[in-house]
């Protein structure tokens, strides 16, 4: 992975504001953050102050924070108390994980990186759970909220879920940390992402040098995060 998963969980003596029901998770909710501040100031702000507004989960290019434990509630899909029967209508904030992709508001690289990383931990959290696509909504589908709002102002909702799909059927657990060169489990996968690189220098979207480092080993998982999303841009 390329980033760094961090819990700094809201204290259980705000549990009764901010996450206060038991909670057998069913959903994955995605959200834009609307602002611009990073994923450890939105965790801050959202467990110091004390309203009924909350999250699982903030996500930006560095950093995956988990603040509420998926076993309790948290206010954030704007369906009120509603119902934790999965044929209820109002139970968004009943029975999802909420999961904020940060610095939405302006866009741009980080954010972009941001999505991408939302991307591979909700896969991740889907494999985990042994779900399929279909568990992950946007705060949309609950109440109606345009929101995340840049991946639908951009018309991106089906292709977000199309990269999540891809990302599940990935092996994409060959890197640690951005500043680290990449490390493979296995071949087959490494083979796989030299062959992406390499279309993409046949493809002019990138220059030959960045497959000369992968190739001398000496490519970073952030080197990586960064091509993809290049190659994403340019391949149109
Ligand atoms: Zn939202």
Redo the contacts with the bound molecule.
Sequence with gaps: MAYTFKQTFLPASKYSIKAPYIMVPQYI????S?NDAPATNEISYMINNNNQVSYHVAIDDKEVIQAIPFNRSAW???DGGGSADPNAHKKGNRISI?V?ICYSKSGGVRYGVAEENAVQYIAKLLKQYGWDIGRVK???DWNG?Y???RILAEDRWKSFLKRIENAMNDNNDFMEKDDDTMKFTNETTKAAVRDFLKQAVDKKLIDKSHLDKFDAGTLTGGDFEGLKIIIAQRNK
């Design positions: 909710t995605v959200h834009n609307a954030h899909c704007g909420g904020e946007k705060h949309q909220k929101c995340p709002h």
